[in-house]
């Protein structure tokens, strides 16, 4: 019964995985650039990486600071409502980026806009809007909608060499914000139907969801708040966060800096893009028949040890190219932890704003990587006190996920389970 269930939802429910994928991809224009305009930004303008790196990390805090609102904003109104405004406003901020003039508080400052419009359109919203459709098949379903962030690091490295190559530094904002509006547009108009109604009501609610007052059921975020499993479960992963942002937009500059071509860095760096799909379609369907601790704990080791690899990195190209296997695949399965893990433990009623603070907490980690990073090494000339910090803190993190108890059985559940 659980099989044709799965069929069912996935028969049923395809067109938001779809959605999914473009929009988890759409969301990857704010990080993945990044390394690749660092060097000729740095060429054109003569800016320091903590400034243009900044950029990724004025994202994550307007992650930290407004996900919980719309979190609270899907909740109400839906995760199609919400996208429908943040696309063109994301786009139209993304375009005018590449018109700032060439001074350090300008790119700054519309980075501060991009945040607040992006908002909109993290994995938050995609994600909440899978975790309605699908219960069965929850974790492969969050594992294959999501896998955008593989596809951003297969995509945007040499479509941001296109773009320099043919419009120049200045026209590599705009061509991002033109593939953002055309990708996101035709998904708003054709894909993203999640089955909501208004404030947010589920319209289909999977069987073990739903008690026997035929409510959704949850816990309020409040209450989770005051429960140990939810800072287990989103500290751990701003852990995770703080790895993989800070790889995303240092690693082709560190490869670069010993010895590797901006080709060959690139090619890595592309190397990332199908391991996190893997590693997100295979955490997925590990997720429906493992509990997640086991889960957890493997996929933050693996990320320590690609980051061992990376110290006193000696311009051998297998070995940037296996740590960047290890983190591509860690970074997969990160992702599908924090919806899968919010909805086993809390429930699903008010999943948009336990997912939108989830959120927060995981963007307080990616806006500290890129930044600690770039500190790291305008100050000693090297990423290797930084690269030892965080094996130390995944380690650590892998061993806190090991205390993750069993899944709350229901509502009447929930205190005995999480604590």
């Known amino acids: 019964m659980l099989k044709g269930e799965a069929a069912r939802e996935w028969k049923d429910h395809w067109p938001l995985i779809l959605a999914g994928i473009v929009g988890t991809t759409v969301i990857g224009a704010q990080v993945y ?53 943040g696309t063109p406003l994301m786009a139209a901020v993304m375009a005018c980026i590449g018109l ?27 994600g909440a809007a899978i975790t309605s459709a699908f219960k069965a098949s929850r974790g492969l379903a969050l594992g294959v909608g999501l896998c955008g962030s593989g596809v951003s690091a297969i995509f945007y490295p040499f479509y941001t060499l296109w773009l320099i190559n043919t419009f120049g530094v200045r026209g590599v ?22 089955p ?42 701003a852990v995770a966060a703080i790895c993989a942002s800070s790889i995303n937009i240092h690693i082709q500059a560190l490869l670069n800096d010993r010895g590797l071509s901006v080709s060959q860095a690139a090619q890595i760096m592309a190397v990332t893009g199908p391991c996190v799909v893997i590693g997100r379609w295979c955490g997925g369907w590990l997720l429906d028949r493992i509990h997640a601790r086991w889960i957890a704990l493997t996929f933050y080791l693996l990320p320590a040890l690609g980051c061992f690899l990376l110290l006193n990195f ?55 990587g890129p930044f600690a990073a770039a500190r790291f090494f305008d100050l000693t000339g090297s990423y290797n006190g930084y690269l030892i910090s965080i094996i130390t803190l995944l380690v650590l993190g892998g061993l806190v996920a090991l205390s993750y108890g069993r899944y709350p059985d229901g509502p009447q559940d929930v205190k005995g389970a999480v604590g």
């Open 100 to 126: 700032t003039p060439p001074n350090a508080t300008a790119w700054l400052t519309a980075w501060v806009l991009y945040a607040v419009c992006a908002v909109m359109l993290l994995p938050i919203t995609f």
């Open 196 to 237: 909501m109604t208004h404030a947010g009501a589920l319209e289909k609610t999977a069987p073990e969801d739903m008690p026997a007052g035929g409510q959704a059921w949850g816990v309020p975020l409040l209450s989770a708040m005051r429960t140990t499993m939810l800072w287990r479960i989103v500290l751990v992963l």
């Open 173 to 194: 904002y705009p061509g991002l914000a033109a593939f953002i509006l055309l990708s996101m547009g035709l998904m708003l108009a054709f894909a993203f139907y999640p």
């Open 314 to 368: 000696d311009g051998a190209y297998w070995r940037g190219f296996a740590a960047a296997v290890l983190i591509g695949f860690s970074v997969g399965v990160e992702g599908d932890l924090l919806p899968f893990l919010l909805a086993r433990y809390f429930g699903v009623r008010w999943f948009g704003s336990l997912y939108g603070f989830g959120m927060a907490i995981f963007g307080l980690g990616y806006a500290i």
């Open 33 to 85: 650039p990044v390394g690749t305009v660092m060097k000729p930004m740095q060429a054109a303008f003569g800016w320091d990486r903590t400034t243009i790196s900044a950029s990724a990390t004025i994202s994550s805090v307007g992650t930290l600071l407004l996900s919980t609102v719309v979190g609270l904003a899907l909740d109400r109104w839906g995760p199609r409502r919400v996208a429908m405004v």
